[in-house]
């Protein structure tokens, strides 16, 4: 089964007087959507007592709760004190999920900075290794960890970087951010061709059985020679990548994914249109 739903609060949750995350659930389940992805990009801020109350709404609407980690970890970092702050980040955000219940963390791998792709890619798995045994040693090793790939040129997290990253740990679930893939290189999402290569490269690098159970992010994206620049919805038709050619692939390859939209401002309102689509194409048969 494919589960919808958005990163963070949509614009119209506000607007209808909603002031909690706790309500999130509830609001979510009438909209027919399945999945919530609670962000932490900005810090794991939220307390014990609140993560529990979420972690129990969630349960009582049958909503899966995911985890975006913070923005600011940098696993490939020349500097050791910032992989290690990077590894409290993670750590910090696996113990959000343990309390509120979501099974998935998901996280940017960072910046290629000066060292160049094939050195940041190094870093990055040594920091990665430690931040595994980290969590195996706190009691966290059955919450999945979910490398994103990402939409600028100079960041590190390419889709070839992020299934070499997975191959760590078969725990390790890569999440696909088809708006990035598209952005990073330069418009490269545009026939049902092109999202099927994606899904073979990750089926060649990683097997079935994690091809299966990706954790994808979806929204348009607009950008520039380097790469993502600003979020949009998909009432923003002038910016791609599109949808129904990756539904159509989904739905071939027979994938239960979790589909996360970050469209901006409209996460939960446009998640509600993907589902439709996916629906109304394997409805069809």
Not at 31 to 53: D, F, N, P, W
Not at 79 to 93: A, F, H, P, T, V
Request: hydrophobic fraction near 35%; charged fraction near 30%; aromatic fraction near 8%.
């Amino acid at each position: 089964m494919v589960k919808f739903g958005p990163s963070g609060n949509s614009n119209a949750f506000y607007d209808q007087g909603y002031k909690s995350s706790l309500d999130a659930p509830g609001w979510l389940r009438d909209m027919g959507l399945e999945a919530y992805e609670y962000s932490c990009t900005k810090g794991v801020k939220i307390r014990e007592s609140t993560a529990v109350q979420l972690g129990e709404k969630a349960r009582e609407n049958n909503i899966t709760l995911s985890i975006h980690a913070p923005y600011y970890l940098n696993l490939a970092s020349p500097d050791e004190d910032k992989r290690r702050n990077s590894i409290r980040y993670l750590m910090e955000s696996l113990q959000a999920a343990r309390w509120m219940g979501a099974g998935r963390v998901v996280f940017h791998p960072g910046s290629c900075g000066k060292t160049g792709r094939a050195k940041a890619l190094e870093l990055a798995k040594d920091t990665l290794s430690r931040a595994i045994d980290q969590a195996d040693g706190k009691g966290f090793g059955d919450i999945v960890l979910c490398p994103e790939t990402l939409g600028k040129t100079n960041q590190l997290g390419r889709l070839e970087e992020i299934i070499e990253m997975c191959k760590l740990d078969s725990r390790l679930i890569p999440t696909i951010d088809f708006g990035h893939i598209h952005a990073y290189t330069l418009g490269g999402l545009k026939e049902k061709r092109d999202y099927l290569r994606v899904f073979e490269v990750i089926e060649e690098g990683l097997g079935r059985e994690r091809l299966k159970n990706l954790h994808i992010h979806y929204s348009r994206v607009e950008y520039t020679g380097r790469g993502e620049k600003k979020h949009w919805t998909l009432a923003d038709t002038r910016y791609g990548p599109e949808f129904e050619p990756l539904a159509e692939v989904l739905i071939e390859k027979d994938i239960n994914a979790t589909i996360i939209c970050e469209s901006r401002g409209t996460m939960a309102e446009d998640a509600a249109v993907l589902k439709e689509i996916y629906c109304k194409i394997r409805d069809k048969g």
